[in-house]
């Protein structure tokens, strides 16, 4: 495992980088398998609602390029269509967050410094909202990697998870996008256009219908 005080630490997107080629094995990986991907239309039929919780609309458009290309959603820092809505951790009222909303969350230990209590803070008031609701009117709470590959450890031979300030990063929660378009192919340092292209769209927290799929498996 890897410690806290070994992880670089950023305020910013970071896009000048090219992609480390054992990230784009790992998403070829898990594109692969049945328990850690979900197409578009899986997400679509699935989740009621998608909220992503994002500092600035260029972290959510990196993050997220094909969700929201398959959404038409409008744009802007508070931007929203019928199916996905993108609001600053500010903005966030877990109350009004509509029942079985999947609601996206930097990663809280992604060394985004000024974004990881932010994040702990949003995530712990809809962590106490899904307290009081009703089973069919929780909320799934799953996490993005924003500097994620710059700084924690693919699963290895062992899978062994990563620790950042006492955290398990638990690659068993772990899922992508099956039919994303092949932007991890790039290598070479982006252009300010090509930004989007250089996250790698893994996510930390399993909706029900993987975990559904795991389970009767």
């Known amino acids: 495992m890897r410690h806290d005080a070994e992880r670089p630490e ?104 000024e974004l990881e209590t932010t994040s702990a803070r949003v995530r712990a008031a809809l962590v106490k909202e899904n307290t009081v609701r009703e089973r069919a009117e929780k909320l799934t709470l799953i996490e993005y990697g924003i500097n994620l590959w710059l700084w924690a450890e693919p699963p290895s031979s062992g899978g062994d998870p990563v620790c950042h300030a006492g955290e398990l990063i638990s690659w068993e929660s772990a899922w992508a996008l099956s039919d994303t378009s092949d932007n991890l192919s790039k290598t070479e340092a982006p252009r300010d256009s090509d930004s989007a292209a250089t996250r790698p769209p893994i996510y930390f927290g399993l909706p029900d219908v993987l975990r559904s799929r795991r389970r009767d498996a």
């Open 10 to 113: 950023s305020n910013r997107l970071i896009t000048g980088a090219p992609i480390p080629g054992l990230w784009i094995q790992v998403l070829a990986t898990m594109r692969a398998n049945a328990f850690t991907c979900l197409s578009l239309a899986e997400v679509r039929a699935e989740a009621p609602h998608i909220l992503i919780v994002s500092p600035t609309a260029e972290v959510a458009r990196a993050c997220f390029a094909d969700l929201l290309d398959s959404a038409d959603p409008v744009t802007g820092t508070r931007a929203t269509d019928e199916f996905i809505t993108i609001m600053t951790a500010e903005e966030v009222v877990p109350a009004d967050v509509a029942a079985g909303t999947w609601v996206f969350l930097p990663h809280r230990q992604d060394g985004w410094t």
